[in-house]
């Protein structure tokens, strides 16, 4: 079944549970409000975030700079500034536009739009990242035909729920292949696709609400490839075919490491894949469902932690995805310790390496059974 076959009246039957439980949020709230209360600190961004967002902004643009000043002719050269772009690409939507988007980056509404904006810059369309991501995902995550995120399709079974093909046993093989094509999708065909589903859906009701949105999608993917492509072959002192290769190489590496990232967050052994009811019932409160299907990694490193924008801790942010990813370490032994006291988990994995071997032990046991 996919997302798309859902409907808004269908959305609108998923209820989570109440349970004596649910007092697990009301405590947490209080204590997470109360540490940036009694350290006089704000939610949102702060000078390390800043410069962050700085250092990201210059390690996509510099080396795009570079490219169209005609600085050097050597392809090699060339392809390695594109591949630096990638992980450029991939830290500036964790890192920036990601919070901006929530609105967690800043308390100004315009310095969010603006930061969010960023998003044209990756080859995306901000109105449609609101829905699948702000809307569906954190709304109904890992719950099959409403969350976008596990729905890839028949080529890969990201849930246990998904149909079941032969070709599936092979998946923790190939998947990583099809990971890094990711951003490319988005970049071209996601976003049309995505607009004209929603709106079937009835998630986009109203004419005037779609034709702003394909207006957004359509001048946004022109801009994008105005100036990530057709510049570069203009100016580039290269040949075309250059730039497209290296086009092509940014994507790769920015959509696998964006891929990584997200599914070791909840496409993983330890997470959970409910259904609802036939009522539409969720077993579980919204805030407990969210700590049975998300786990952390890394949370030790901090250079991790830099660069996926604190998208290491998963858990945190699903739970608190209006404050910003700096202060999700300082939140996390809140979080952590809370849950335990209700005698509720909290997963997460040591390193990356270890997380990424969960994930692909999860994508060989859901490509046998």
Same mark, same amino acid.
């Given at each position: 079944?996919?997302?798309? =076959?859902?409907?808004?009246?269908?959305?609108?039957?998923?209820?989570?549970?109440?349970?004596?439980?649910?007092?697990?949020?009301?405590?947490?709230?209080?204590?997470?409000?109360?540490?940036?209360?009694?350290?006089?600190?704000?939610?949102?961004?702060?000078?390390?975030?800043?410069?962050?967002?700085?250092?990201?902004?210059?390690?996509?643009?510099?080396?795009?700079?570079?490219?169209?000043?005609?600085?050097?002719?050597?392809?090699?050269?060339?392809?390695?500034?594109?591949?630096?772009?990638?992980?450029?690409?991939? *830290?500036?939507?964790?890192? #920036?536009?990601?919070?901006?988007?929530?609105?967690? @980056?800043?308390?100004?509404?315009?310095?969010?739009?603006?930061?969010?904006?960023?998003?044209?810059?990756?080859?995306?369309?901000?109105?449609?990242? $609101? !829905?699948?991501?702000?809307?569906?995902?954190? =709304?109904?995550?890992?719950?099959?035909? @409403?969350?976008?995120?596990?729905?890839?399709?028949?080529?890969?079974? %990201?849930?246990?729920?998904?149909?079941?093909?032969?070709?599936?046993?092979?998946?923790?093989? @190939?998947?990583?292949?099809?990971? =890094?094509?990711?951003?490319?999708?988005?970049?071209? *065909?996601?976003?049309?696709?995505?607009?004209?589903?929603?709106?079937?859906? *009835?998630?986009?009701?109203?004419?005037?609400?779609?034709?702003?949105?394909?207006?957004?999608?359509?001048?946004?993917?022109?801009?994008?490839?105005?100036?990530?492509?057709?510049?570069?072959?203009?100016?580039?002192?290269?040949?075309?075919? #250059?730039? #497209?290769? *290296?086009?092509?190489?940014?994507?790769? %590496?920015?959509?696998?490491?964006?891929?990584? #990232?997200?599914?070791?967050?909840?496409?993983?052994?330890?997470?959970?894949?409910?259904?609802?009811?036939?009522?539409?019932?969720?077993?579980? =409160?919204?805030?407990?469902?969210?700590?049975?299907?998300?786990?952390?990694?890394?949370?030790?490193? $901090?250079?991790?932690?830099?660069?996926?924008?604190? !998208?290491?801790?998963?858990?945190?942010?699903?739970?608190?995805?209006?404050?910003?990813?700096?202060?999700?370490?300082?939140?996390?032994?809140?979080?952590?310790?809370?849950?335990?006291?209700?005698?509720?988990?909290?997963?997460?994995?040591?390193?990356?390496?270890?997380? !990424?071997?969960?994930?692909?032990?999860? !994508?060989?046991?859901?490509?046998?059974?």
């Amino acid at each position: 079944m996919s997302i798309f =076959s859902k409907t808004t009246s269908d959305l609108g039957k998923i209820r989570f549970a109440k349970s004596s439980r649910d007092e697990f949020v009301t405590t947490l709230r209080k204590r997470v409000n109360a540490y940036f209360k009694e350290n006089n600190i704000s939610k949102h961004a702060n000078l390390h975030m800043v410069i962050k967002t700085i250092s990201i902004l210059l390690i996509y643009f510099v080396p795009y700079g570079l490219i169209l000043s005609g600085v050097t002719s050597n392809i090699w050269i060339h392809l390695a500034l594109w591949a630096i772009m990638g992980f450029g690409m991939a *830290g500036l939507g964790m890192s #920036v536009m990601h919070d901006a988007v929530h609105g967690a @980056y800043s308390k100004s509404p315009f310095w969010n739009k603006m930061l969010g904006s960023t998003i044209f810059f990756i080859g995306g369309a901000v109105s449609n990242w $609101k !829905l699948q991501h702000n809307e569906m995902h954190h =709304s109904f995550t890992n719950i099959h035909g @409403y969350d976008h995120d596990i729905d890839a399709g028949p080529i890969l079974r %990201i849930s246990p729920h998904d149909k079941l093909f032969s070709f599936h046993r092979f998946q923790y093989i @190939y998947a990583w292949g099809f990971y =890094s094509l990711m951003t490319l999708y988005w970049a071209t *065909g996601k976003d049309f696709a995505q607009s004209f589903q929603y709106k079937a859906m *009835g998630v986009i009701k109203s004419k005037e609400r779609f034709r702003k949105l394909m207006f957004e999608v359509v001048t946004s993917k022109l801009f994008y490839f105005a100036y990530i492509v057709a510049l570069p072959i203009i100016f580039a002192p290269v040949a075309w075919w #250059v730039s #497209v290769i *290296g086009f092509i190489v940014m994507h790769m %590496i920015a959509g696998l490491i964006l891929s990584c #990232v997200f599914q070791l967050a909840h496409v993983m052994n330890e997470t959970e894949f409910p259904l609802p009811d036939d009522s539409g019932s969720i077993e579980n =409160s919204w805030a407990i469902h969210q700590l049975f299907t998300t786990v952390n990694f890394s949370k030790n490193s $901090k250079i991790m932690s830099w660069f996926v924008g604190g !998208l290491n801790y998963q858990i945190e942010h699903h739970l608190f995805p209006n404050i910003c990813h700096v202060h999700y370490k300082d939140i996390s032994d809140i979080v952590k310790r809370t849950a335990a006291e209700f005698g509720l988990p909290y997963h997460t994995e040591k390193n990356f390496v270890v997380a !990424l071997r969960n994930h692909a032990s999860m !994508l060989k046991s859901l490509g046998r059974a």
